[in-house]
């Protein structure tokens, strides 16, 4: 196929009632041949560019699926009842009908009631947590956006606490997910709708509208609390500070449709999120339907972090601390990074997890603490750097 | 001469669903070649309102295939906002702006941006993609049609019309000023579209690259594109320039062949500037060239310009 330079002439495109065009040639009649150019001359420096970071963001993919899957299989193990791990695959080849030996009772029931519920929630949670937070940084063009940071997470959980604290229960199961879901996506609006300005975020404006919202959220989530049962304080004590103790299948399920549609759709955008790094109107200039772009991800973002919010509580610092990492190991181009943190986020988290039951045997630390007590200081080296070589964010 | 192709979101993976009205870049066509002195872009009688003023009041204006129109004029008289208004970015008051003979309002932005593509004042990038990625990005718009095979070929073409072919795998970030400008306006150029929006795309640039921009877009012009761009330099747009629009205050003072637009009485009064315009010695190209007093007599210059 020969295009002449700056000439885009549909080859096999028939004129009909036009000059007698010669098909299929691809000689544009006027000057448009006048600036011929080798077809098909691709740059080689560009070109082996691209194949090695293909090969870059497979090799990081398939180290972090290995992570995983060892993670997944330590972490099923180990606990106050250890099942070693030969044996975990062994039930596992037993319930799929590979052959192998089941546990015994105890040992099943714990492996598959109590250990393999909450290692797929910590999967779940954590994909949605990285996924969100890529997705943020991306629709805000910050890399400080992130769920917890700005206040999502806090709004979301105003409506799982109000579910909890009013006894709640009109969805059965999902009761709690579509209340932060409504909560969430509530915050997400405004949050967009306050710290944007003539298509503009301001670090510091979106930074503060975090704080505004992160303190009106725990203002509504400290009226729950006072007016709540003791039985109900402490389930929403215990559940804010993030925690995967109670993972059960039914949990599971009632996460399962918002983070498998999150995750599902996440990375359709991807290519369109590229282009929104350039800003709002040279991303319309490229085709994006900008207004269609943010409405869509926003929804998203908003199922994501529901879904993490509604069975974990607030866990913070995953969607920033992943996302930065995978960018500075593979860039910043969003066709890796989208399911990469969804990916990398579940490792975290269910390394996380792993570490919050097993550090302080035979208590259990909540998971959000552990992930804020690690978080927080990367959030000061990451301030620290930026400010090192770009003069802080203005 | 047009043909429509069915797309999928994005990559190419099409998920038909629910929600899939959100996702679907639905139907574009592909368009054709223009013939030489069709109208791309025409504004007529538009206004443009930003807040309460009236930046724009009445303008007419059109870009042709195969011609270079400058807008020149003084700070705040309207330029860039016409731009934007011939871009599509900003609503018209009233009257009228079309793209490739409809109203911006009736095409979709994957349609306009196979039509035009624009070059903004500032070039942003909320992350640090390398050059090579970024120049790509220009190719988007082509994503799903037959052209896409064209990507890479383009690309590189437009990398090495600019002469950045060098800095492809470094972060656009690490770049300086200059260097950010000829990378965006590399992928302006590896979009390929028909009619080239250029805001001001010498100003960060060193002599030899302003003529190379300018040089550019009267090969494109000679291509069959039509090229609209913000300059300052008078100089630039009297050697460059097929037509000159002189803006000022919103209107356009003057439009037509640089060599007839640019004289000293109009210049001077849309300028404030006492300015002289003298044919080039060897070209006959206007040189536009303020009134300097020469050194010492600074007194007799200002009085003269108060008058």
């Given at each position: ?55 870059k963001a497979?090799?990081l993919t398939?180290a972090l699926?290995?992570t995983l899957?060892?993670l997944?299989?330590?972490s ?46 910590a999967l779940l949670v954590g994909a949605c947590l990285g996924c969100a937070g890529a997705l943020m940084q991306g629709v805000f063009g910050n890399p400080l956006a992130e769920p917890g940071v700005i206040g999502i997470s806090a709004?979301a959980a ?33 949050v967009?709708?306050?710290s ?5 975020t301001?670090v510091v404006?979106l930074i503060l509208t975090g704080i505004?919202v992160n ?25 804010q500070l993030g925690s995967l ?32 790094s ?23 973002v908003?199922?994501l972090t529901?879904?993490a919010v509604?069975?974990a509580g607030v866990i913070t610092f995953v969607g920033l601390l992943v996302p930065h990492l995978l960018r500075m190991a593979n860039g910043p181009g969003h066709?890796f990074l989208v399911p990469g943190s969804a990916l990398a986020g579940a490792v975290v988290l269910v390394a996380g997890d792993l570490a919050a039951r097993t550090l302080a045997?035979?208590?259990?630390l909540p998971l959000g603490v552990l992930t804020a007590l690690i978080g927080s200081p990367f959030f000061f080296w990451l301030l620290r750097r930026t400010r090192r070589k770009q003069g802080g964010w203005a | ?125 909320s992350f640090p ?42 972060p656009?970030s ?134």
């Amino acid at each position: 196929m020969t295009l002449p330079e700056a000439a885009p002439t549909p080859t096999k495109a028939t004129a009909p009632g036009t000059e007698a065009a010669a098909p299929g040639t691809g000689t544009a009649p006027g000057p448009a041949a006048a600036a011929p150019t080798p077809a098909k001359a691709t740059a080689p420096g560009t070109g082996t560019a691209g194949g090695w970071r293909g090969r870059k963001a497979l090799l990081l993919t398939l180290a972090l699926v290995a992570t995983l899957l060892l993670l997944a299989l330590v972490s099923a193990g180990t606990g106050a009842y250890r099942i070693p791990t030969a044996d975990v695959l062994a039930s596992a080849q037993h319930r799929l009908g590979l052959g192998g030996a089941p546990l015994d009772r105890v040992g099943e029931s714990v492996l598959w009631n109590v250990r393999l519920p909450r290692v797929v929630l910590a999967l779940l949670v954590g994909a949605c947590l990285g996924c969100a937070g890529a997705l943020m940084q991306g629709v805000f063009g910050n890399p400080l956006a992130e769920p917890g940071v700005i206040g999502i997470s806090a709004g979301a959980a105003v409506g799982a606490v109000a579910a909890i604290g009013l006894g709640l229960s009109f969805f059965g199961n999902w009761t709690i997910t579509v209340c932060a879901f409504v909560s969430g996506l509530a915050t997400v609006s405004a949050v967009y709708l306050l710290s944007r300005n003539g298509g503009k975020t301001e670090v510091v404006t979106l930074i503060l509208t975090g704080i505004a919202v992160n303190a009106f959220a725990g203002a509504l989530i400290g009226l729950f609390v006072f007016f709540a049962d003791s039985g109900q304080v402490n389930q929403i004590t215990f559940w804010q500070l993030g925690s995967l103790a109670q993972a059960t299948w039914p949990k599971v399920l009632a996460v399962l449709p918002c983070a498998a549609a999150g995750l599902f759709i996440a990375p359709l955008y991807a290519r369109r999120l590229d282009l929104l790094s350039l800003g709002e109107r040279p991303a319309r200039h490229l085709g994006v339907d900008v207004e269609r772009l943010r409405l869509a991800l926003i929804l998203v973002v908003a199922l994501l972090t529901a879904a993490a919010v509604a069975v974990a509580g607030v866990i913070t610092f995953v969607g920033l601390l992943v996302p930065h990492l995978l960018r500075m190991a593979n860039g910043p181009g969003h066709r890796f990074l989208v399911p990469g943190s969804a990916l990398a986020g579940a490792v975290v988290l269910v390394a996380g997890d792993l570490a919050a039951r097993t550090l302080a045997q035979p208590a259990e630390l909540p998971l959000g603490v552990l992930t804020a007590l690690i978080g927080s200081p990367f959030f000061f080296w990451l301030l620290r750097r930026t400010r090192r070589k770009q003069g802080g964010w203005a | 001469m047009t043909r429509t192709h069915t797309t999928a979101p994005g990559t190419g993976a099409a998920r038909p669903g629910a929600l899939s009205r959100l996702f679907a870049r639905g139907r574009r066509t592909v368009p054709a070649r223009p013939a030489p002195g069709t109208a791309l872009a025409e504004a007529v009688d538009l206004h443009v309102r930003l807040g309460q003023r009236e930046v724009l009041a009445g303008i007419d204006l059109s870009a042709r295939a195969g011609e270079v129109l400058a807008l020149v004029g003084p700070n705040g008289a309207g330029k860039s906002t016409l731009l934007a208004a011939l871009a599509a970015d900003l609503p018209a008051a009233s009257g009228e702006v079309r793209i490739d003979g409809r109203p911006v309002g009736d095409w979709s932005a994957p349609d306009l941006a196979l039509r035009r593509s624009v070059l903004p004042q500032a070039a942003a990038l909320s992350f640090p993609f390398p050059v090579g990625d970024v120049v790509r990005m220009g190719r988007a718009p082509w994503a799903g049609t037959p052209f896409a095979e064209a990507d890479e070929e383009a690309v590189a073409a437009a990398m090495a019309v600019v002469e950045v072919g060098e800095f492809a795998a470094r972060p656009f970030s690490a770049l300086s000023g200059g260097e950010r400008a000829r990378v965006a306006l590399a992928r302006v150029l590896a979009q390929r579209a028909p009619l080239l929006l250029l805001d001001e795309p010498t100003a960060a640039l060193d002599l030899r690259h302003q003529e190379l921009v300018l040089r550019i877009c009267r090969e494109r012009a000679r291509a069959g594109d039509a090229v609209v761009v913000v300059l300052h330099d008078l100089g630039l747009a009297a050697a460059y320039a097929d037509r000159a629009a002189v803006l000022h205050d919103g209107r356009i003072a003057a439009d037509g062949p640089p060599a007839e637009v640019f004289e000293d009485a109009l210049l001077s009064r849309v300028y404030r500037q006492p300015v002289e315009v003298l044919p080039h010695p060897r070209t006959g190209a206007p040189l536009v060239v303020p009134v300097r007093a020469v050194e010492g007599s600074y007194d007799g210059l200002v009085s003269q310009a108060g008058t």
